[in-house]
């Protein structure tokens, strides 16, 4: 584990993966301060959850791609993307904005076959059929999982969980049994409500 200096947080009800793009709106005066800096210094942003008041403990730093826009009273659009994940040691809150000292982290080593990979990218493309979307997945994209979970319409709860996890392995069998657990619900709902409309009639 290595240690940094104090990394700026952007506390947001959301969960953001390494390598997933990340789109902001930055309105807030102490957001507008902390992005010019990081723009300036050409430094990472934390992303963590907040949830009801607190910080979760994990959170995925964060790199400007660009800014979009800027606008004349200083609120801007940005590109961002999920870098790396990262453990608050310590929150510091001498700034108008939240910092923390992080200890960054990585996956412990483990080992995906090709048939488990193949076979969880089935069920997410399967998955997005049955709500009738169309979706295609990068096959050798870094971390699959994330790049799968980054799609989900799932609660933030569950994504935490997956950010949280440090084998590859383990994310993808969960997202396995996510992906059979929850495919035959869909497809069982979209009956009932097939079914709920074609009743009623009157012949």
């Known amino acids: 584990m290595n240690f940094v200096p104090l990394l700026p947080l952007f506390p947001l009800e959301i969960v953001v993966f390494p390598g997933a793009p ?3 709106h930055i309105f807030e005066p102490r957001y507008k ?3 010019g800096e990081c723009l300036s210094e050409n430094r990472p ?12 403990a994990i959170g995925c730093s964060a790199r400007i791609i660009n800014v979009i826009k800027k606008y004349e009273d200083g609120r801007m659009d940005i590109s961002a993307e999920g870098a790396q994940r990262f453990e608050i040691i310590q929150v510091n809150q001498e700034r108008s904005f ?5 200890s960054f982290f990585d996956d412990e080593p483990s080992i995906v076959g090709k048939s488990a990979a193949d076979t969880v990218i089935q069920l997410h493309e399967q998955l997005f059929a049955v709500m ?10 870094a971390y699959l999982s994330f790049r799968l979970a980054q799609d ?3 609660d933030l709860d569950f994504k935490q969980s997956l950010l949280e996890m440090k084998s590859e392995s383990e994310r993808i069998e969960i997202l ?3 992906y059979r657990a929850t495919i035959p619900k869909i497809e069982n709902s979209l ?9 009623g009639h009157v012949h």
């Open 33 to 35: 301060e902390m992005i």
């Open 191 to 199: 009956r009932v409500r097939q079914r709920a409309s074609g009743n």
């Open 152 to 154: 989900l319409p799932v």
């Open 98 to 102: 939240l910092q923390a000292e992080v």
């Open 176 to 178: 396995t049994e996510y």
């Open 132 to 141: 009738g979307q169309t979706i295609e997945v990068e096959r050798d994209a």
């Open 45 to 56: 942003f934390g992303m963590v959850r907040a949830k009801e008041n607190a910080l979760s």
């Open 22 to 24: 990340l789109p902001l």
